[in-house]
């Protein structure tokens, strides 16, 4: 276990750096450029290896207690926002808003018990895996949805981002973000039900993750629905984008560890 | 004031709020669970046709379209699922059989499957759990009845399921010690054999349980008296391993403690032969014809709302 947990302080390091890096930069007005993408694949290539080393060790992925979920999570986010930060110079600023959304996740990484965990029977079938990358994905395209959001309410305050397109334009590429997440969500949720009726002889049993991931599910369909209904303004979308994003994140760090149900500890 | 028509899609925000809030209801069982998702569901489903039937620019976006069906298809086929699906469950004793008879069961009003041509034979299981009793494979050879009337033998367990006539069998967490007896009557008349299920185990340490001999209103009170657990609680172990016991039997208020091939006669006529300690596995059965339709619903529009998104998306070009 030492090896993986030096490689993942490696990275946690290479994180930081990276972050640090961004902020300084950002408040001198400058770009980040390539240098931090660079830095952040670096750190993400670590954290993938220690991932990797415990994946081998303990014979099952990470995602079972709650360091795994952090950690596989953390590493998962992380790949996302490099996979934007490549694909769109534009938003490079967005590393702002999100880094310290994965700085929390780092913080609360290492206050965690990175104890051996068991790997239940039912969790042995490949919809566990399916279940676990759709869930990923649609997170991903959260939290860049809800940064996008946070940028437009923080401009509303003071004029901050100026580097970055005008609010309607945020507005639009936060709504695209938030379509693929409900794609993902949606796929999310069924190759669950898929799992949990191989697993646990019933696709759906209401139970508080189950009607928590529908609340989610709910709120990302109003907040594609409010937009071209009702015209509501960049703004009233930020609000809504942000909410999603909170309410999937108490969904996967949140709920999985309250609940008492066979369905716990595991996105 | 003019409150919009039933097709206008600004009901849909207000619907969706109305089922989220269903859905947590029903959660906390506040009211009745069904309640409070098929109103919001209907109410949703009416907005959705009626946006169909009246909203020509909702119809010319055919993948938002398709997806807006099949969202009303699995809606539907929910429906059907809940009037006709059936879940039961079963205990049986290694080497007894399934002939369609369940020890509990929740069905729908509409259930019109055929659980009585559902047989199979429980062949056995193991059961395998680390330190701490945590569990981990379950193997159970079972032999099956086919459509055709032959015997077909295999092993389920976790995610490995057998389906019978549209009936899905599950092994569950719950399995126990069953001490098997043979009845002999007074009157000479044909032995019966049977079995007392024990709570279930490791889950529960007190393992007694009360059996009425059939044809008889003499009450068996039975108590299984371990010399050490079953499973060593620090390395594991299987189950059922049969450990060293006795089996404490109180029968007219006489108590007795028997090991395997013992004899009870009692006072009133009759002996009991404590034949063996077997185990017993519970089953979960499933019936739900919807399944099938339902997944390939989802994909269905999962697929149309992606191409949807798509030509949306690709039409309109942001200049960042």
């Not at chain 1, 984008?241 to 008492?260: D, E, K, T, W, Y």
């Not at chain 2, 403690?257 to 004899?263: A, I, K, Q």
């Amino acid at each position: 276990m030492e090896r993986e947990l030096f490689f993942l302080w490696l990275a946690l390091v290479g994180y930081v750096l990276a972050g640090t890096f961004s902020l300084i930069v950002s408040l001198l007005g400058r770009r980040t450029g390539m240098a931090l993408l660079v830095m952040m694949v670096v750190a993400l290539s670590l954290h993938g290896f220690s991932l990797g080393l415990r994946w081998e060790r303990l014979g099952h992925g990470p995602f079972i207690n709650q360091f795994e979920i952090i950690s596989s999570n953390l590493w998962s986010l992380t790949l996302v926002y490099c996979v934007v930060y490549g694909r769109i110079p534009v938003l490079r600023p967005l590393a702002a808003v999100i880094l310290p959304v994965l700085f929390i996740l780092m913080g609360w990484l290492l206050v965690v018990n990175p104890f051996d965990s068991e790997y239940p029977p039912t969790y042995n079938t490949v919809w566990l895996y399916v279940h676990i990358g759709f869930g990923k994905v649609f997170m991903g395209a959260a939290l860049v949805a809800a940064a996008l959001g946070v940028v437009v309410l923080f401009r509303a305050i003071r004029p901050w981002f100026t580097s970055l397109p005008a609010d309607d334009i945020l507005d639009e590429l936060g709504y695209r973000f938030l379509a693929i997440s409900f794609v993902f969500d949606t796929l999310m949720i069924v190759a669950g039900a898929i799992w949990a009726q191989d697993a646990w002889g019933r696709y759906w049993n209401w139970d508080i993750l189950e009607v928590w991931s529908l609340i989610n599910w709910l709120l990302v369909t109003l907040a594609l629905h409010l937009r071209p209904t009702f015209h509501i303004s960049p703004r009233a979308s930020a609000v809504i984008g942000i909410l999603v994003f909170i309410v999937a994140f108490v969904n996967f760090f949140g709920v999985p560890f309250i609940s008492r149900t066979t369905h716990q500890g595991i996105i | 004031m003019r409150l919009p028509s039933l097709a206008s899609l600004k009901w849909t925000p207000f619907f969706l709020v109305l089922l989220g809030l269903g859905a947590v209801g029903a959660a906390q069982g506040v009211a009745s669970p069904t309640w409070l998702l098929v109103i919001p569901f209907v109410l949703l489903g009416l907005n959705l046709l009626a946006a169909i039937v009246m909203n020509a620019a909702f119809r010319a976006k055919p993948g938002l379209l398709v997806f807006h069906v099949a969202l009303l298809g699995a809606v539907l086929l929910v429906g059907m699922g809940r009037l006709t699906y059936l879940k039961g469950w079963v205990e049986l004793v290694k080497g007894d059989a399934f002939q369609g008879e369940l020890t509990g069961v929740e069905k729908g009003l509409w259930h019109w499957g055929q659980l009585e041509r559902v047989v199979f034979v429980n062949e056995g299981f193991v059961k395998e759990y680390g330190p701490n009793w945590w569990a981990r494979r379950t193997r159970n050879s079972i032999r099956w009845m086919d459509e055709d009337g032959s015997w077909q033998q295999g092993e389920i367990g976790e995610n490995a399921t057998v389906t019978l006539h549209g009936y899905r069998i599950y092994t569950s967490s719950n399995h126990g010690f069953a001490p098997v007896f043979v009845w002999h009557p007074a009157d000479q008349s044909s032995p019966i054999q049977g079995a007392i299920h024990f709570p279930s185990y490791p889950r529960y340490r007190e393992q007694t349980n009360t059996w009425t001999i059939p044809g008889t209103d003499i009450a068996v009170v039975a108590m299984l008296l371990l010399d050490e657990p079953a499973i060593n609680l620090v390395l594991g172990g299987v189950f059922p391993t049969v450990p060293k016991h006795q089996l404490r039997v109180t029968v007219q208020g006489e108590t007795r403690d028997l090991v395997p091939g013992d004899r009870f006669p009692f006072a009133s006529g009759g002996v009991l032969h404590y034949v063996e300690l077997s185990a017993w596995m519970g089953y979960r059965i499933f019936y739900d014809w919807t399944r099938f339709w339902l997944l390939a619903t989802f994909l269905v529009a999962t697929l149309s709302l992606s191409w949807h998104f798509w030509r949306k998306f690709s039409m309109v070009y942001i200049k960042l």
